[in-house]
């Protein structure tokens, strides 16, 4: 960003109401991008959920298809030991899945957050999270597939450690933060870090809405292609709308503001 495009950016006080909505609308860059990640990642949630439920039951435990299916529809008043049997295996799983998925993001995210403020580059960081997710959600179509093959075990790899070596969200919101403070000039960067906050806050409770409603219909295969397509989507978007600027651009800025 040069210090001449700096100067031409109209001041937020000067504008109507009608000028900031279009403002805004003009300005858009990484909240479609953060909107189709959040999304898909909540919206896969729930059947992630219930295929760990599925496989605790009919593959880890072998219980027959009787019991499993009365689980499922929530009838377990005939079935509590077999009940709390599935729920202790896919809580025991929980511990280490949760441990994977906070642990390695934050041991990789002290060298991806230096490495990006010394080379000024906040797209790869941004671009790596939706790759491992979106390698969560083959892993999961294969688990699928392979359903009487594969445990449970190998869902929960599947779930924690592609999004954990890739950043995961600690990585994603970094990198976007940073990457919307380079963009902006002092009067609008609150602004737009609202903005983006807005749209983590609608990505939440929509994935949450759509979850069990498509997971009725359209099942395991699904919603995990879905949310495979929607990463793409994102990460596309990202490739080739996202426009970064170099390091030397970004500290001109800040030494001539």
Avoid at 116 to 145: A, H, N, Q, W
Avoid at 156 to 178: H, N, Q, R
Avoid at 189 to 210: H, Q
């Amino acid at each position: 960003m040069s210090t001449e495009k700096k100067n031409e950016e109209p001041k937020w006080s000067d504008l109507g109401v009608k000028d900031k909505a279009k403002y805004l609308f003009q300005n858009i860059t990484v909240e479609p991008m953060l909107a189709c990640y959040i999304i898909p990642s909540v919206l896969a949630s729930l059947a992630t959920q219930n295929l760990n439920l599925e496989k605790a039951c009919r593959v880890n435990l072998k219980y027959p298809d009787e019991v499993c299916d009365a689980l499922e529809a929530r009838q377990t008043a005939n079935y509590t030991q077999q009940e709390v049997q599935v729920q202790q295996l896919v809580a025991g799983m929980a511990i280490w899945k949760t441990l994977l998925q906070s642990s390695i993001p934050a041991f990789l995210i002290m060298f991806l957050g230096s490495w990006s403020d010394r080379k000024g580059r906040r797209k790869p960081c941004m671009l790596m999270p939706i790759v491992g997710e979106f390698l969560t959600s083959i892993g999961l179509l294969i688990c699928t597939y392979f359903f009487y093959q594969l445990p449970m075990e190998v869902a929960g790899v599947s779930e924690a450690l592609f999004p954990a070596i890739t950043g995961g969200w600690m990585t994603m919101f970094m990198a976007i933060f940073s990457y919307v403070g380079d963009i902006t000039t002092v009067e609008t960067r609150t602004l737009r870090i609202g903005v983006v906050n807005v749209f983590c806050s609608l990505g939440i409770p929509i994935g949450t809405a759509l979850s069990g409603v498509l997971y009725k219909e359209i099942g395991f295969y699904g919603v995990f292609s879905l949310a495979a397509c929607i990463y793409v989507l994102s990460f596309t978007y990202g490739l080739l709308r996202i426009k970064e600027e170099g390091k030397s651009n970004i500290q001109y800025v800040y030494a001539g503001s």
